[in-house]
């Protein structure tokens, strides 16, 4: 069974930082690919950053290239998000998500966290 809980989240203002944690309950966490999808209101989820099982390679929307990292631990079983120069734009759920291939489409994605809110004010 897995397992994903984010954690992190709040209300911060435009031109903050915030970071965001996910435990995976994952008997071999090491060999998933993680990622970063959200949900502003009214818009479908969308794709925000993954990260290759073995961390060397990453892949970021446009819209947080340059502003969010995308990291992970695999002997803590844990993926963070870095974000960084908040817009209000970027007022979301951010969803964490596990899967054996890196794609950006979220039908890639077997595995989902339930969620954590994001709000950046201006």
């Known amino acids: 069974q897995v397992q994903l809980v984010e954690s992190g989240g709040g209300l911060v203002q435009a031109g903050d930082s915030l970071r965001l944690s996910c435990a995976a309950s994952i008997r071999t966490f090491s060999r998933y690919a993680m990622g970063w999808f959200r949900r502003a209101p009214g818009k479908e989820r969308e794709f925000v950053a993954s990260?290759?099982?073995?961390?060397?390679?990453?892949t970021y929307a446009d819209s947080v290239k340059g502003r969010f990292t995308i990291s992970r631990d695999n002997a803590k079983n844990t993926v963070y998000l870095q974000m960084t120069s908040l817009k209000p734009e970027d007022t979301a759920v951010y969803y964490c998500a596990a899967s054996t291939i890196m794609v950006k489409n979220t039908a890639g994605w077997p595995y989902w966290g339930q969620g954590t809110q994001v709000t950046v004010s201006s």
């Open positions: 990260i290759h099982w073995s961390a060397y390679v990453t």
